[in-house]
């Protein structure tokens, strides 16, 4: 898995790629905890090129949204594929995220 990081002046936008799963677990919490450490701005999560998640990688997910939550930030996810968009609407996912079509829609949310 490979994960890209931009820090605009609204939000930290976070490209994933490929797959969140047990192998890349370690990865994606320690970069989320690094991030989420320092809440100076929401963070915004594309999923566009992420090709697997599962609960492991859910859980870094929810983790995050629980801590930018209590510093009052937000974490939304944009463009989802459909087996990843499955994925959080099974597991009842969908009521905790902001889940948007487009970069440019998540980008307005925050």
């Known amino acids: 898995m490979e994960i890209k990081h931009e820090k ?6 976070v490209e994933l790629v ?11 919490e320690t970069f989320f905890n690094q991030l989420t450490s320092q809440p ?4 915004l999560v594309d999923c566009g090129q992420l090709d697997f998640i599962n609960s492991s990688g ?12 209590a510093d ?3 974490l939304v996810l944009c463009n989802l594929q ?25 980008l307005q949310k925050l």
């Open 40 to 43: 100076d701005l929401s963070v």
């Open 82 to 106: 459909k087996n990843i968009k499955d994925v959080f609407k099974f597991s009842g996912f969908t009521n905790l995220f902001d889940i948007e079509l487009s970069k440019e829609e998540a």
């Open 72 to 74: 009052g930030k937000a």
């Open 18 to 28: 490929g797959r969140l799963d047990a192998l890349n677990n370690a990865k994606a």
């Open 8 to 13: 605009t002046d609204k939000a930290h936008i």
């Open 58 to 69: 859910l859980r870094v997910m929810i983790m995050s949204l629980k801590k930018l939550k």
